[in-house]
């Protein structure tokens, strides 16, 4: 993973996250765990909130690719 891995690929929704609190924190591990079996799971749980907030790598499609970006969020306690 090069040094500008972080800056290039982490971009949870610039406003709200996966459960659209406003922050990006372990509050938000479930929703994006939810998110991640599909669009609609995720909307019957979260039915105010859009779907592509746990797009992490912002590659149009929430999966598998997501979950290194989500956690480097996490880790660094802010939205990007």
């Known amino acids: 993973m090069d040094a500008d891995w972080r ?3 982490v ?3 610039d406003i ?3 459960n659209c609190d406003g922050r990006v ?3 938000d591990i479930n ?3 939810l998110a991640l079996t599909g669009e609609s799971p995720y ?3 979260f039915p105010n909130c859009d779907w592509p907030n746990a797009d992490a790598n912002r590659d149009g499609g929430i999966d598998f690719d997501d979950i290194n970006p ?3 969020c996490l880790i660094a306690g802010e939205r990007p």
């Open 25 to 27: 924190d372990f509050d």
């Open 31 to 33: 929703p994006f765990v």
């Open 16 to 18: 709200y996250g996966p």
């Open 7 to 9: 800056h290039r690929n």
């Open 11 to 13: 971009y949870l929704s």
């Open 70 to 72: 989500f956690v480097a």
């Open 43 to 45: 909307g019957v749980q």
